[in-house]
Structure formats: C-alpha cells, structure tokens
Nanobody
Framework: QVQLVESGGGLVQPGGSLRLSCVAS????????MGWYRQVPWKQRELVAK???????NYAGSVKGRFTISRDNATNTVYLQMNSLKPEDSAVYYC???????????????WGQGTQVTVSS
C-alpha cells in the first residue's frame, strides 16, 4: 500500500546536472531510510546514495563530491542532486524506501519503477 513516484530523469551532456525526486505515499508511519540505486545492462543494481530519517548519508565512492542526497521528512520526499555528470553515470535510477511498521517491530523495503538518466554529448 506504498507507492514511490520518481521524476527528473532525462538526457544531459557530460558535465551537466540533473535533479531526481522521489515521493513516497500511502500507508506510511515511519521511514527508516530512503535512497537511490542504479542499474545498467548486464550489471547488478548498485547503491548510489542513501539517507536516514536522522540525516545520516552514505555515498558510492564513484559519486562522492558530485552527487548530494537530501530529504524532506514532512513530505516523504528524497532528492538526488547530480552534478558534473559523466557518461558512466548513465543508468536507470531507482528510488528505494525502507519503512518501519506502525508497531515498530518490522521493516519493509519498497521500490519505484525507475527513471532513465543518459549522459551523452
């Protein structure tokens, strides 16, 4: 009963910027972590960045210094600001949210449908 809706993907030239957004809606009581993952053909899905409800962040080494993740707890929204984009950043980007139950005894992971990011001259 939880839906993640992504937006902001598209085509950009090397060195350019994009901002991805993801809004979680539905039966939400507590979001533990929100993050972004990406996947290219013949490769496993990899973590790009994640952020906890308290604001702690974690980034893949390949994007440190170029990407910034942030969230708005009031609207259950997570953002990914991507600067200095490189062709190797091209991938389908997926939003992820880990939610705690109302009783705070279990967690469950949810995924968005993905949004395409293409970096090409």
């Amino acid at each position: 009963q939880v839906q993640l809706v992504e937006s902001g993907g598209g085509l950009v030239q090397p060195g350019g910027s994009l901002r991805l957004s993801c809004v979680a809606s539905g039966s939400i009581f507590s979001i533990v972590t929100m993050g972004w993952y990406r996947q290219v053909p013949w490769k496993q899905r990899e973590l790009v960045a994640k952020i906890t409800s308290g604001g702690s962040t974690n980034y893949a080494g390949s994007v440190k210094g170029r990407f910034t993740i942030s969230r708005d707890n009031a609207t259950n929204t997570v953002y990914l600001q991507m600067n200095s984009l490189k062709p190797e950043d091209s991938a389908v980007y997926y939003c992820n949210a880990v939610l705690a139950s109302m009783q705070l005894t279990t967690t469950r992971s949810y995924w968005g449908q993905g949004t395409q990011v293409t970096v090409s001259s």
